[in-house]
Each structure stands twice: as structure tokens, then as C-alpha cells.
């Protein structure tokens, strides 16, 4: 079982920055695939980034493409995802999720584990 902590979320304006973490529990977070999604009020909710178990590999959704970056510490069971020049377009509530699977995940279906939120507001 992994449980999974988000924080890093604040209220913020147009071309700031935020790094939110996700905090893991588990022994297995270091073999595991994790994701950023979001979801904003009355969206589904989409993949934002990705990174395979051992950080070497990454993807980001166009939308946050050169903006946002997804890293990992795997001696600190944490999941980052640095987000740079941010844009009301960009508020939602992010969630962290784990997969047991090792690549990179882009589907929602493969992810096993969700953490609990945290909201991200961008104002103009």
C-alpha cells in the first residue's frame, strides 16, 4: 500500500512559480512510475507529467511543455513538479498517483495510488 501527500498549492498570480511535492509512503515508491494530473471545475481530469521509476525518462502534456517540470528524489520518496511562468489556465487541483508499472504512464486507468489534492490558483 502507498499513500501518497501533496503539498506545495497556493493562490498566486500570472507568471509566478509554485513546487508542489508529493510525499510517499512505502518501500516500493522507488520502483514505482508517478504522475501529475489536474482537474479543474467541471473538467476531466488530465495528465499534466510523468516520470519512470528511476527518473531518467519524462513526459509532459503539451499544455505545460518548456513551463513545468516533474522530478524525483527516490532517497526522499518525493515526486516534484516544478511549475514555471503559470497561467489562469493552469488552475485546478493537482493530484500525485503512483503506478506500479516502471515506464512512463500516460494513461489514467494504469494508476494505482492517488493522493488527496492540492489546489493551485492562478489569478491575471
Known amino acids: 500500500q502507498v499513500q501518497l501527500v501533496e503539498s506545495g498549492g497556493g493562490s498566486v498570480q500570472a507568471g509566478d512559480s509554485l513546487r508542489l511535492s508529493c510525499a510517499a509512503s512505502?518501500?516500493?515508491?522507488?520502483?514505482?512510475?508517478m504522475g501529475w494530473f489536474r482537474q479543474a471545475p467541471g473538467k476531466e481530469r488530465e495528465l499534466v507529467a510523468a516520470i519512470n521509476w528511476s527518473g531518467t525518462s519524462t513526459f509532459s502534456a503539451d499544455s505545460v511543455k518548456g513551463r513545468f517540470t516533474i522530478s524525483r528524489a527516490n532517497t526522499k520518496n518525493t515526486v516534484y513538479l516544478q511549475m514555471n511562468s503559470l497561467k489562469p489556465e493552469d488552475t485546478a487541483v493537482y493530484y500525485c498517483?503512483?503506478?506500479?508499472?516502471?515506464?512512463?504512464?500516460?494513461?489514467?486507468?494504469?494508476?494505482?495510488?492517488w493522493g488527496q489534492g492540492t489546489q493551485v490558483t492562478v489569478s491575471s
Open positions: 498517483a503512483a503506478s506500479t508499472l516502471r515506464g512512463i504512464v500516460t494513461q489514467t486507468t494504469p494508476y494505482n495510488y
Open positions: 512505502g518501500r516500493m515508491f522507488s520502483s514505482y512510475a
